[in-house]
Nanobody, 118 residues
Framework: DVQLVESGGGSVQAGGSLRLSCAVS????????MGWFRQAPGKEREGVAY???????SYADSVKGRFTISKDSAKNTLYLRMNSLKPEDTAMYYC?????????????WGQGTQVTVS
């Protein structure tokens, strides 16, 4: 079975930084894209950052220039570096794997890690 386990969330003051990690175990099928999503209370889940198998990346406008997605294939780990955090970044953050080339239809999801910015 494929498992994704996030870590690195926490509470931080505005302007601070966090790095989220997502450890992936098991063989993923059709893993053209991996990504980070977030969901704040009362809001829909939104895609934050994506990284394709060719290592190209894309970001939501709200995080461009502040967040960086990366992966370490040797460690099967996905990262999200978050700088200049704002209160509106407060949300549960989820990693996802097994996405299509268009970064849709993700097959595997983590359980989430909470990020709170005050």
């Amino acid at each position: 079975d494929v498992q994704l386990v996030e870590s690195g969330g926490g509470s931080v003051q505005a302007g601070g930084s966090l790095r989220l990690s997502c450890a992936v175990s098991g063989a993923t099928y059709r893993n053209y894209c991996m990504g980070w999503f977030r969901q704040a209370p009362g809001k829909e889940r939104e895609g934050v950052a994506y990284i394709k198998s060719d290592r190209s990346t894309s970001y939501a406008d709200s995080v461009k220039g502040r967040f960086t997605i990366s992966k370490d294939s040797a460690k099967n780990t996905l990262y999200l570096r978050m700088n200049s955090l704002k209160p509106e970044d407060t949300a549960m953050y989820y990693c996802a794997a097994g996405g299509s080339w268009y970064c849709a239809d993700f097959s595997y999801w983590g359980q989430g890690t909470q990020v709170t910015v005050s």
